[in-house]
């Protein structure tokens, strides 16, 4: 039902845009977020954008370089990441949350997308 696309390659410094796609159900009602999960490390929080777009939270590694973004009459949510950093590299997912309001526990949300990678090169 989520479906994440965009990931790649990409050198140190650069940019990437993260896609997330909803079908068979509308989220619009409900927050989404990102998350990411490196080899080895457990699946962390990057970012979380409430129902409205009104409202955005980011993990403090990613403030100011990462922006989400919604767009609810298309259903699609989306991760603009510029300046990248090797430490940036993960499979990234989209998740829907089970509230309205932003959210950073991997257990507020219930649909998970199937990742993409994000490979950062130094």
């Known amino acids: 039902q989520l479906q994440a696309s965009g990931g790649g390659l990409v050198q140190a410094g650069g940019s990437l845009r993260l896609s997330c796609a909803a079908s068979?159900?509308?989220?619009?009602?409900?927050?989404m977020g990102w998350f990411r999960q490196a080899p080895g490390k457990e699946r962390e929080f990057v970012a979380s954008?409430?129902?409205?777009?009104?409202?955005?939270f980011y993990v403090g590694s990613v403030k100011g370089r990462f922006t989400i973004s919604r767009d609810n009459a298309k259903n699609t949510v989306t991760l603009q990441m510029n300046s990248l950093k090797p430490e940036d590299t993960a499979v990234y997912y989209c998740a829907a949350s089970t509230q309205r309001y932003t959210a950073r526990l991997t257990s507020n949300y219930a649909y998970w997308g199937q990742g993409t990678q994000v490979t950062v090169s130094s």
């Open positions: 068979g159900r509308t989220f619009s009602s409900y927050a």
């Open positions: 954008i409430n129902w409205s777009s009104g409202s955005t």
